[in-house]
């Protein structure tokens, strides 16, 4: 920040009214062209009175020029109001959910999807995104699952770097980039039972260890928001939390940009049960570094009195006014209000490279999950294909939970993509019910169609509206009525593609997954879904996304993943008394890292470039790996350790990096990985990073799986 920008802040404060400085504390979800009836809330009243410093979930020229012009013409001070929307996965063009992007274990995808979001947003006038969400999750039943980059910290880290980058920094002129808010400030994901906004009790180690990592990420990145998350964690709710906060957000990791209440969530420490009321709610949250306050009005309701009571100073008032008044110069609005803003919105089809970028992102992040003698690619497909279940034809529901400006008429559906894809076969079609509702006629329709037909495409699954946030189900598949219909298309024994539309993994029933000769995870592909589907099922993409979160067998594996601990009793099958369930396996249906291909990937010569590492020393890991098959392909390698005797326990396996690697047909590379001794530490007996003597196993490979991994030795030396 220049001095002269520090010293227009200064002269701001130095004239603003406590109202209008706890108006730039103030954020609203509102609309300035439909404001509603007149009075001291409607929205273009709170911003002409200088009561409203940034606008949520609002877009377009219509409402940004409507609302700003309020801002700069019939304000005393002619402050500009900045415009946030929840950005998670495309704003108009719409790229695959979180958790479907985070399979493609891309970081250039992951990067350029953001870019490309963020450049699309802010031709809509908005200059900020609640995204990039690094909740990392081990919990189908949640909802918002769908939102992150899977089970490992260390995904969602990168994830987050790649994000905050596309976001904020990629853009090359500066209008085109969006502020990025990391969320939700943490370990929301561990909600107890997965129900939406319960209690979080993790661990001091679990947070060192899967969730703050990310968040961390984020801020090294140089994201210039945070938001808390609704919940507690350990009985501190976040939005007070100021250890959190402050402490360790600020105070250690250097955190300079602006913290973002969570929408209401000031006023809810109220039901949390540490605020008497809204004064009590604002002061704590105040107190913490909660800088905007979003929808709750907690701040220009309780911050007078607080000050009058001497519960909170103007100077920590201004602190947050002054991270404010940072930000918007930082945006650029001060230079221009409009910053950005373009009078014709952008679409999909206005911008044809940016879907078939969409296309190409959703392609790399559908999952092959099964693929029973070679059922697929449909290089000479099927005479008359059906394609029947609820989201066969629904292309509205493909776009997932957030997908806020989403063009659903430029959505391609599974049908539309299949009809395009394969123009020499029939193409039959019946929804076979509503998605939530079963109908004996319907499904009598579609067994009917199935019947004529030479090979069935079933489509069963979510709609978007029991995904994300208040979506907790505590039976993760598709729902009851979809499975009626899936046992009558697998009674008539014609041969069935299961496609799984959704934000989680859904736990299936063996009846279905025994009468399916392929199966895919399509999760919510966004914009292009209908064809990126058709791309993997011609053949015209050999599938390479793996998985970023397990699969269960059952619900009640849940919480299940890949880095679980050894315990004491390692599950043995010829031991009742190591760690087991009587009645389901305690490995997952599909595993971290897992997904099939068209091709094969053979791994051999697995080399480290030394057997010791020093304390700052470093080692090269690497192993060929080539494409036994017909069809180029790409696939990941991962790197995990393991660490046998340390001084607390361990994962069983943690990973540390990844690759993405492109083969033609037929060929072989070596692929290499610098790892460095500082990756080797871990969170000791007291938390502290901790690297011991002694020998460390690393696993190379194609999954968390130990028949995908090969095992090399190294002994550290400190
Ligand atoms: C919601 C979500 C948060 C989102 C915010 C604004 O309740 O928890 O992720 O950014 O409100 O839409």
Known sequence: MTTEIARRIESLIAQMTLSEKLGQLTMLAASLVETGPPGPHNPATMVREGRAGSILN????????????????????????????????????????????????DRALWQRTAQEAAEEATRDGIQMTFAPMLDVSRDPRWGRICECAGEDGFINAEYAKAKVIGFQNAPAQPERRLAAVAKHFVAYGAVNAGRDYAEVDVSQRALEEIYLPPFQAAVEAGVLGIMPSFTDVAGVAMTAHKPLLDDLLRQQWGFEGVIISDYNAIAELIPHGVAADLTEAATLALKAGVDIDMMAGAYEQGLPVALERGAVSMDEI???????????????????????????????????SRRASARDAARRSIVLLENRDQFLPWTKAPQNIAVVGPLADAPSELMGAWCMAGEIDETVGILSGMRTAFTGS?????????????????????????????????????????????????????????????RAIVATGKPLLLILVGGRPFVLPQWLIDGSQAIIAAWFPGTEAGNAIADIIKGAWNPSARLAISW???????????????????????????????????????????????????LS?????????????????????????????????????????????????????????????GARQR????????????????????????????????????????????????
């Open 552 to 602: 269960p067998v059952e619900v009640g594996q849940i919480p299940i993943y890949y880095s679980l601990r050894t315990t004491g009793r390692p599950n043995d099958p010829k031991n009742g008394f190591s760690t087991c369930f009587l009645d389901a396996p305690i490995t997952p249906r599909w595993s971290f890292g897992e997904g099939l291909s068209y091709t094969r990937y053979d």
């Open 318 to 352: 201004d602190r947050a006014v002054r991270r404010v008044l940072k930000l918007k110069f930082a945006l650029g609005l001060f230079d221009n209000p409009l910053r950005g803003l373009e009078d014709i919105s952008p679409t999909p089809d206005s911008d044809p």
């Open 426 to 486: 029939t193409i039959t079609h019946a929804a076979g019910g509503d998605i939530e509702t079963g109908d004996a006629q319907a499904i009598a329709e579609a067994v009917h169609v199935t019947q004529a037909a030479d090979a069935v495409v079933l489509c069963i699954g979510e709609s978007r509206h029991i995904s994300g946030e208040a979506a907790s189900r505590t039976k993760p598949a598709p729902p009851d009525s979809q499975l009626e219909l899936a």
């Open 58 to 105: 609002t877009w377009g020229a219509k409402e940004i020029r409507e609302a700003q012009r309020v801002a700069m013409e019939e304000t005393r001070l002619k402050i500009p109001l900045f415009f946030a929307v929840d950005v998670l996965h495309g704003h108009r063009t719409i790229y695959p959910i979180p958790l479907a992007e985070a399979c493609a274990f």
């Open 671 to 718: 692929v290499a990985f610098k790892l460095h001794a500082s990756q080797l530490a871990y969170p000791g007996m007291d938390l502290a990073p901790r690297l011991d003597s002694g020998r460390i196993e690393i696993h190379v490979g194609t999954s968390s799986r130990p028949c995908d991994l090969k095992r090399v030795d190294i002994e550290v030396r400190v």
């Open 605 to 665: 010569d697995a080399q480290v470039s030394a057997t010791t590492i020093e304390r700052d020393g470093a080692l090269d890991v690497s192993i060929d790996i080539t494409n036994a098959g017909k069809m180029d392909g790409e696939t990941t390698i991962f790197l995990f350790i393991r660490d046998p005797v340390a001084q607390v326990t361990r994962p069983a396996l943690e990973l540390k990096d990844f690759q993405n690697v492109a083969l033609a047909a």
